[in-house]
């Protein structure tokens, strides 16, 4: 199989990949400069759509409609967009082996690809049951939601299994995502989390009791301090149960799956320098071989806002890493620099009707203000994390964009704080002021 050699290749077509893209037609590419190889059948697309609009009961999100990069306001890059730019798409292509020394990549068919400079984007695969031997695990209809296909499926059970049982096992984002959105779709919903309350990675408890209260209220039953730990199913295979640890059996038409993500790295062990799970990158996002470069999900970089290296899984700085690598890239080859990345934490979510945003880093002492009672017509509220006297960490529910940018500005200047009753009276008061 002949040997397909370009200037640039990016590993993995998800959201870095429809971003990094952009950035490299804006800098200016020739045509057949630039590949992105993708084990999707599809164009880069925001992922974050697959647990909201994508499986809505009516008006449901459909490609074309989000493709990168129509996420934060952009272009919708479709597939014409990448031939006019020159840039070679090729699809439904598993990469399987990576020798960065010679570098060149091989697919599981055979192909081979050259590069001179290589940026890795392959981001997240999802923990499934099954990686732990969980008994039944494998049944029909236990699903997991990370890809197009995935999404599809679900769409498709959703319709077989008409107001019929779902339940969700995990109370991070893709739990309270998608118990809302199967809830809309006239389904009776169980989510089942071991944590004390939902999304405990972010949410203090206060935060979670109002989340917990509004999802009761809107038929969401949820069932904590315990995990599933094994699954029935009938004679064509189909789950119809599913058996916790306390004891309880669940009755199931659908499961769906969302313990987590592992960072796609295994292609490259051993050639690159790793820190905290994922690959250790600079500011500019190149690793410890010259010339290649991380972004996304799989890149552990220094956070300068806090003096340290983290990995961050999320939309925002999948976005925002892949145009600093590509404007990084493009300095270099002209002997300029560019700034270091220096990127504020952001995370939100949409469900029902709410919607969330927080900036900064959860660490330190809390102060909760606002309306946060889950029966309000329209409630407001939100926490300010405060350690070393400074406020580190914002959130709220429910704000408009001058609110969400104001909490973000707090955030960024962590301002200090004398006194947490005052922060505590003040709300949002205090964010306005800065």
């Keep these: 199989m002949a040997e397909k050699h370009f200037k640039y290749v990016i590993l993995g077509g998800g959201v870095a990949a429809g971003y990094a893209a952009r950035e490299f037609a804006k800098q200016g590419i020739s045509k057949g400069e ?21 499986l809505f009961p009516q008006g449901a999100a459909r490609l074309p409609g989000f493709h990168t990069c129509v996420g934060s306001g952009g272009e919708r890059l479709l597939p014409e967009w990448y031939e006019e730019k020159g840039i070679e798409l090729i699809l439904s292509t598993e990469i ?53 296909d995935d999404a599809d499926k679900l769409v498709a059970a959703i319709q077989a299994k008409k107001d019929g049982k779902a339940v969700i096992v995990g109370g991070g984002y893709i739990g309270l995502e998608l118990s809302a959105v199967l809830r809309l779709n006239n389904l009776d919903v169980t989510m089942v989390y071991p944590e004390p309350w939902c999304m405990p990675r972010l949410f203090t408890a206060g935060i979670a009791a109002f989340y917990e209260g509004y999802y009761a209220n809107k038929g969401v039953k949820i069932v904590k301090g315990t995990v599933a730990v094994g699954f029935d199913s009938d004679s064509n295979g ?39 799970g994922g690959i250790k990158t600079d500011a500019f996002f190149q690793t410890s071989v010259p010339g290649v470069y991380a972004v996304g999900d799989v890149a552990t970089f220094p956070m300068k806002l806090y003096g340290d290296l983290r990995r961050v899984e999320h939309v925002d700085h ?26 504020l934490p952001y995370f939100y979510s949409r469900s029902f009707d709410l919607a969330w945003q927080f900036y900064g880093d959860n660490v330190g002492d809390t102060v909760l ?37 104001a909490i973000a500005k707090v955030a960024r200047v962590q301002p200090a704080v004398s006194d947490l009753n005052v922060l505590t009276q003040e709300g949002l008061q205090f964010a306005a002021k800065i």
């Design 369 to 405: 203000f606002g309306d946060n009672d889950p029966a309000s017509a329209k409630p407001k509220f939100g926490s300010y994390w405060i350690k070393d006297g400074k406020i580190f960490g914002a959130f709220l529910e429910g704000g408009s964009a001058d609110e969400n940018n």
């Design 34 to 54: 630039l590949a992105i190889i993708s084990k999707e059948a599809v164009a880069p697309y925001e992922r974050p759509a697959l647990s909201k609009g994508y």
């Design 238 to 276: 189909d789950v119809t149960a599913v058996k916790l640890k306390d004891g309880r059996v669940l009755d199931a038409d659908i499961v769906v799956v969302g313990v987590g993500g592992r960072p796609l790295t295994s292609l490259f062990k051993g050639q690159l320098a790793e820190e905290k």
């Design 318 to 343: 999948s976005r925002k890493s892949a145009e600093q690598a590509v404007k990084a890239i493009k300095a270099s080859e002209e002997g300029k620099s560019v700034e270091e990345y220096d990127y």
């Design 96 to 148: 399987v082996k990576a020798d960065l020394s010679s570098k060149s990549l091989t697919s599981a068919a055979g192909a081979t690809f050259t590069y001179d400079i290589l940026i890795i984007a392959t981001g997240s695969s999802v923990i499934k049951l099954t990686d732990f031997g969980v008994q039944g695990a494998d049944a029909n209809n236990i699903l997991y939601l990370r890809e197009i």
